[in-house]
């Protein structure tokens, strides 16, 4: 398994923008082999004392700390499918910032790629 997590700051008043564009969105992820995608909406983001969600994407007042992941098969899956939505030759309507305008500042997005290490169920 691989999972890429993602902490995002929405204006609250987007709430169902990001929801519509999330629905859109993350349907490619899964039509290109995701296992799942979740996505959270804030609801208990304490400040912290010397960091936490909200300073680390700089959510301004008015905003909500989004928490999100994607489970892959594995990563080879992952590589293939971010290598396809970043060549010059994809082309789906669903990316089209026209039609589907993301309701949130992307350049205070943080993500990364992970490897799970322990992964416990009831």
């Known amino acids: 398994m691989y999972i890429d997590g993602f902490v995002i700051p929405v204006p609250a008043e987007n709430r169902q923008a990001f929801i519509d564009h999330a629905t859109t969105a993350d ?68 990316m089209d910032q026209a039609k589907n305008p993301m309701p949130f500042d992307g350049k205070r997005m943080i993500f990364g790629g992970y490897v799970p290490v322990v992964d416990m169920k009831a």
């Open 27 to 94: 349907a490619m992820f899964l039509e290109m082999g995701a296992l799942r995608v979740v996505e959270c909406w804030g609801d208990d983001v304490p400040d912290g004392k010397q960091t936490d969600f909200r300073r680390a994407v700089d959510a301004e007042a008015g905003e909500s700390v989004i928490f999100s992941w994607i489970e892959w098969p594995d990563k080879e899956t992952r590589d293939a499918c971010f290598a396809k939505m970043m060549s010059e030759d994809f082309s789906d309507p669903r």
